[in-house]
C-alpha cells in the first residue's frame, strides 16, 4: 500500500508547476483557458456547419446555465480537488503535499468525531422526518372545511431561515427559562440541560430538525392526491380496511415519492451546518457532541486556514455521500414501485441482484 501511495504522489509531482502564483489566480487563469476552448469550439462548428440553427439556438439558450455551472461549481470542483494536494494559509504561495492531507485525516481523531456525529444525525433525522411528514400528509388528506388553513400552518416553518430557527431553539431548551424544561417543571420534572449536556446535545438537534417537516409534507401531500381513487374504491368492496389500504396501496404508490425525499434529506442531513455552527458558536459543543463534518471543515478552512486539508476533508465527505447514496439507491429496488414496471419485470430483476 505504501508503495501505491508513493507511486501516486510521484504521478501527482509530474504535473505539479512549482509557481509562485497565488491559488486565486491559478483559478482564474484555468477558468479563462475553459471559456476560450468553449467559445473556439462554437466558433468551429458553426463556421463549418456541423450544427444547424434549431440546434446552434439551443446551445444558445443553455449557454448561460454552463458558464454558470462551470464558473460557480465545475471549476470550483476540480480547482478544490487540485487544493486538497497543496498546503496553502491563504496568504503564503500553495506548495505541493502530495496525499499528506488525507492521509492527516485518516489519523485525525476529530474527523472520526466529526463523522460519528453526522452519521448518528442522519440515521436518526431523516427516517424520522420521513415519518412524521409523512404521516402530517396523511391527516391533511381530507376534504373538509378549512383544511388550506391547517396546511398553510404545517408548511410556514419551512419558511423560517435556518439561523432564525436555530436561535429559536436555543431558547426552548434554555435549561434555565426555555420553554421545554418550563413545561417540564409544571409537571414536576426536572429537565436536562439540552445543548449544554453531552448527552442530550445532539438529540435535541435532531428534535429542531423536525420543524422544518412541512416542505416535505406538501411533495408527500401532492403525491397522496395523485394516486386514483379507484383503487380504494376497489380495495372497501373487497373488505379491506383503513391499514390494509394504506399499507397495500399508498405506501407502494407514493414509495418514488418517499425515495426522493430520503435520498434528498439523506444528502441534505450528511451537509448539516447551520445548527451546529450557531448552537456552537463555531465550536464542538459540549465534549464535541454537536462537532458536524461541515463545521469541523469550516474551521479549518476560515479559523484554522489549511484550506489544502479543508479541500480534503469537503472530498471525503463528497465520496461518503456517493457511497451512500449508491446504497440507498440500490436497496430502493426491493421496496419502490413504479407503475411502469411489470410485476414479472420487477420479481425477475430484484432477483437478479
Do not use: C
Request: overall charge positive; cysteine-free.
Amino acid at each position: 500500500m505504501s508503495e501505491i501511495v508513493k507511486g501516486l504522489e510521484g504521478l501527482l509531482a509530474r504535473f505539479h508547476l512549482d509557481v509562485a502564483l497565488q491559488p486565486i489566480v491559478a483559478f482564474a487563469i484555468m477558468m479563462a483557458v475553459v471559456f476560450g476552448i468553449l467559445a473556439i469550439a462554437i466558433w468551429i462548428a458553426v463556421r463549418r456547419r456541423w450544427i444547424g440553427r434549431t440546434t446552434a439556438a439551443f446551445w444558445l439558450f443553455v449557454s448561460p446555465w454552463i458558464v454558470g455551472f462551470l464558473l460557480f461549481t465545475g471549476g470550483p470542483m476540480i480547482y478544490s480537488l487540485v487544493l486538497s494536494f497543496t498546503d496553502w494559509d491563504l496568504i503564503s504561495p500553495a506548495k505541493f503535499a502530495g496525499l499528506a492531507n488525507y492521509r492527516k485525516a485518516v489519523h485525525d481523531p476529530d474527523v472520526g468525531q466529526a463523522i460519528k456525529v453526522t452519521l448518528l444525525y442522519a440515521v436518526i433525522s431523516v427516517p424520522a422526518q420521513t415519518a412524521l411528514s409523512l404521516a402530517v400528509a396523511l391527516l391533511m388528506n381530507v376534504k373538509v372545511r378549512g383544511i388550506h388553513v391547517f396546511r398553510t400552518i404545517w408548511y410556514l416553518p419551512s419558511l423560517v431561515t435556518g439561523v432564525a430557527q436555530t436561535v429559536l431553539f436555543i431558547w426552548v431548551f434554555n435549561p434555565e427559562y426555555g420553554l421545554v424544561n418550563g413545561v417540564l417543571r409544571l409537571m414536576g420534572v426536572e429537565g436536562p440541560k439540552w445543548l449544554f449536556d453531552p448527552d442530550w446535545a445532539l438529540p435535541a438537534v435532531i428534535i429542531m430538525s423536525l420543524w422544518t417537516v412541512g416542505g416535505n409534507m406538501v411533495i408527500y401531500l401532492a403525491g397522496l392526491q395523485d394516486i386514483p381513487s379507484e383503487l380504494y374504491e376497489a380495495a372497501a368492496l373487497d373488505g379491506a380496511g383503513r391499514l390494509r389500504s394504506l399499507w397495500n396501496i399508498t405506501i407502494p404508490q407514493i414509495s418514488p415519492v418517499i425515495f426522493f425525499n430520503v435520498v434528498t434529506g439523506l444528502i441534505y442531513a450528511m451537509q448539516t451546518f447551520t445548527q451546529g455552527f450557531v448552537v456552537t458558536q463555531n465550536g464542538g459543543g459540549p465534549s464535541n457532541s454537536l462537532l458536524f463534518y461541515v463545521v469541523y471543515l469550516y474551521q479549518n478552512a476560515f479559523k484554522f486556514f489549511q484550506m489544502g486539508y479543508a479541500s480534503a476533508l469537503a472530498w471525503i465527505l463528497f465520496l461518503m455521500i456517493m457511497v451512500l447514496t449508491a446504497v440507498v439507491f440500490r436497496g430502493s429496488s426491493f421496496w419502490v414501485y413504479y407503475e411502469s414496471q411489470r410485476p414479472k419485470e420487477r420479481r425477475r430483476r430484484v432477483r437478479a441482484k
